[in-house]
């Protein structure tokens, strides 16, 4: 996998190590079903096992019982840009961030999501990122912008 500072649709790389590394619970360069377990619940109160094992299985490409790093960036760039099945998993992020369920991510439900990942940032830091994907000028992002934030390459 070639590895440009900008080959994610995190935007970066490093960006995209700091996500993986907020999964990372333990630091030891691999996700395991259970950290991932811990993430799924923080933003959702409906996680059955068999949804952990699902979504563990659709990133474990090797098989091996975790999710590495070049899986974990690879499910985000091939993953959720191809269609078909990509875009059930497009959705069930999205839906993760529209807490009023809405269709809408707004800048308070955004502050809030990340905030129960752990993430120090300001309703202004929420707001910048808003902006940068906020297509049609709303201050919301739909789900037509967040796929396109998360399917770019």
């Known amino acids: 996998m070639a590895r440009s500072k900008d080959a994610t649709s ?9 996500v993986f590394n907020k999964f990372d619970k333990n630091g030891d360069g691999k996700i395991s079903a259970d950290e991932l377990k811990d ?10 096992p068999e949804e952990v094992e699902r979504v563990m299985q659709e990133i474990d490409k090797d098989g091996d019982g975790y999710i590495d790093f070049d899986e974990f960036v690879e499910f985000h760039m091939g993953g959720a840009s191809s269609s078909g099945d990509g875009s059930k998993e497009l959705k069930d992020a999205f839906d993760l961030f529209d807490v009023d369920k809405n269709g809408l991510i707004s800048v308070q439900e955004l502050h809030s999501v990340l905030r129960k990942l752990g993430e120090k940032c300001s309703l202004n830091d929420c707001n910048k990122m808003i902006k940068q994907v906020d297509a049609d000028g709303d201050g919301h992002v739909n789900f037509e912008e967040f796929k396109k934030m998360m399917t770019r390459a």
């Open 10 to 18: 995190f935007g970066s790389l490093e960006e995209a190590r700091k």
């Open 39 to 48: 993430i799924i619940s923080a933003l959702s109160s409906k996680t059955s």
